[in-house]
């Protein structure tokens, strides 16, 4: 991979702030945007602004051809059947609650999730337990944040409706074995939705090779826009699916008191869309595809590497999750011991090393173990160079030795 032709895409970094070089390594919180992204979303505010499925004059149809185009880029990025197998949201986290909304439950149902979660993940269910009387089983990762197959045998019964689980943890770094937690929860008769959140962006994602029912997905996580989400779902599922909203596009005919729905996907897609978030993560879509996802994975594991071995390196570090680099992606959240994360965050910070410290939206896995404070977390991604991940090890090590 071209590492310095892929950083000259990138607007900002051509940037330097207070007129030092800076390094990036927030990616698993935002990602930064290419040019071809930012310009496709330009273009479409300054060649063609309409609405897509209403009017008829050339920028409303140019406008639905765009729209359009980039659903199927976002089917055939995770190898859906069809475009009409995604919905849009505004982002991972409306995807999520789209399911948990709009999924008949009965009470008395049951949905299996885990003590992994984002609280994007977490807490829909408990919003559809008060409101819906179903109850909720949790599967415990271990301390590293791995997951034992044979416990979601244990957890899944004749009233689970639904296995929700993330994919892969913008905490611990590990990989969900979705494959076989899928196949566990159809054997008893469970959908199962993934959040997907941290692992589209990073690593090739395959809907029909997984055999999952749902899987939700984020624009700005993967060099997109923000505002801007997928849904994925089985076709039969999604029609399936009570509309969370309803309005302009839901229907195809509105009576005084009754309206006939429209088919999926419009049905799912209440009122104005974000076309230009829709067509700027074509356009990301479009980036990733051309470098490779496969390429960006082994890449990025190079990466995780140096991370990981560096921040080991450190006996005054606490790594959280696998110290095997191969068994975890290229984030790592970690404490610096007597240290506090926002601190190390800020001094990082004053270095021009941009890390995100505190929970990470997942207080369950902070809490078992035990780290009330959070932790500090440096995620990265392809445009990252391995001369800034080393640079980052160096200036850290000295923040916790004059800290000491
Ligand atoms: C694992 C995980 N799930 C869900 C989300 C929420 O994604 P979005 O920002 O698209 O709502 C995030 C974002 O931090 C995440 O890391």
New binding site residues.
């Given amino acids: 991979m071209n590492i310095e032709k892929i950083r000259s895409d990138f607007p900002v970094l051509q940037k330097q702030v207070n007129g030092k070089p800076f390094a990036y390594l927030d990616s698993?919180?935002?990602s930064l945007k290419p040019k071809p992204v930012l310009d496709a979303m330009n273009s479409y505010y300054s060649d063609y602004t309409g609405c897509a499925g209403r009017s008829v004059h050339k920028f409303a149809k140019r406008t639905e051809e765009e729209f359009a185009k980039a659903r199927a880029k976002a089917a055939k990025f995770v190898n859906a059947k069809k475009p009409n197998e995604i919905i849009w949201t505004?982002?991972?986290?409306?995807?999520?609650n789209l399911v948990a909304h709009s999924l008949k439950f009965e009470k008395g149902d049951r949905v299996v999730t885990t003590n992994l979660?984002?609280?994007?993940?977490l807490l829909p269910w408990h919003a559809v337990a008060a409101e819906k009387g179903i109850s909720l089983d949790f599967v415990l990762c271990n301390k590293e944040g791995e997951f034992n197959p044979e416990e979601f045998k244990e957890k899944i019964g004749r009233k689970t409706r639904l296995v929700s689980i993330?994919?892969?943890?913008?905490v611990t770094a590990t990989v969900s074995p979705l494959k076989e937690i899928t196949k566990i929860a159809h054997d008893a008769g469970a959908l199962v939705l993934a959040?997907?959140?941290?692992s589209v962006p990073h690593f090739p994602v395959d809907v029909k090779q997984l055999g999952i029912d749902f899987l939700?997905?984020?624009?700005?996580?993967m060099i997109g826009p923000?505002g801007i989400?997928c849904l994925y779902g089985k076709e039969d599922l999604l029609e399936k699916l009570n509309p969370m909203l309803l309005g302009g596009e839901t229907i195809t005919d509105a009576d005084l008191n009754s309206h006939v729905l429209a088919e999926v996907p419009e049905r799912l897609e209440a009122g104005i869309q974000n076309y230009a978030g829709a067509i700027g993560l074509g356009a990301a879509i479009d980036y990733l595809s051309g470098i490779g996802m496969k390429k960006i994975e082994a890449y990025e594991k190079e990466l995780g590497k140096i991370l990981v071995e560096g921040l080991l390196n450190n006996p005054k570090i606490d790594l959280i999750g696998p110290k095997d680099s191969k068994k975890r992606g290229s984030l790592a959240a970690f404490n610096a011991k007597g240290m506090d994360p926002h601190d190390v965050a800020l001094m990082l910070n004053d270095k021009n090393f941009f890390v995100r410290s505190g929970m990470?939206?997942?207080y369950p896995i902070h809490k078992f173990l035990g780290l009330k404070k959070g932790s500090v977390r440096a995620s990265l991604y392809f445009y990252n160079s391995k001369e800034e991940v080393k640079l980052f090890i160096e200036n850290l090590s000295t923040i916790i030795k004059n800290f000491s």
């Fill in positions: 698993a919180c935002t505004k982002s991972a986290t409306e995807a999520i979660e984002h609280s994007s993940g993330i994919h892969a943890s913008n959040d997907s959140a941290q939700a997905f984020s624009g700005h996580k923000t989400g990470h939206c997942a």
